[in-house]
Nanobody
Framework: QVQLVESGGGLVQAGGSLRLSCAAS????????MGWFRQAPGKEREFVAA????????SYADSVKGRCTISRDNGKNTVYLQMNSLNPEDAAVYLC???????????????????WGQGTQVTVSS
């Protein structure tokens, strides 16, 4: 079992930046690929970014490519999402997820993630 706790969300003006963090409870954090997803009211959960177990491979949704960077610190059992140039369309609850399957690159499919955090709210004012 892995417990995930997100933090770093909040209210930011359009054009601003936020850095989200997701702390994992499990010592074998490095065994898991990690992903960030987001869900806005009335919308389906959508993929944002993912990183494989070692950090050597990352994937991004087209909507955030060039504005967001996912990274991980296996020594701190934490994955990060740096978000820049935020716009109102980025407002959502951001959730991190852990995938225990061994893959060379992290999956972008939410259904393949095994553990989820509760999420952190990101609000962007125009």
């Amino acid at each position: 079992q892995v417990q995930l706790v997100e933090s770093g969300g909040g209210l930011v003006q359009a054009g601003g930046s936020l850095r989200l963090s997701c702390a994992a409870s499990r010592r074998t954090f490095s065994d898991y690929a990690m992903g960030w997803f987001r869900q806005a009211p009335g919308k389906e959960r959508e993929f944002v970014a993912a990183i494989n177990w070692s950090g050597s491979s990352t994937s991004y949704a087209d909507s955030v490519k060039g504005r967001c960077t996912i990274s991980r610190d296996n020594g701190k059992n934490t994955v990060y999402l740096q978000m820049n140039s935020l716009n109102p369309e980025d407002a959502a609850v951001y959730l991190c997820a852990a995938d225990r399957a061994t893959r060379p690159s992290a999956t972008v499919r939410a259904i393949e993630y095994d553990y989820w955090g509760q999420g952190t709210q990101v609000t962007v004012s125009s």
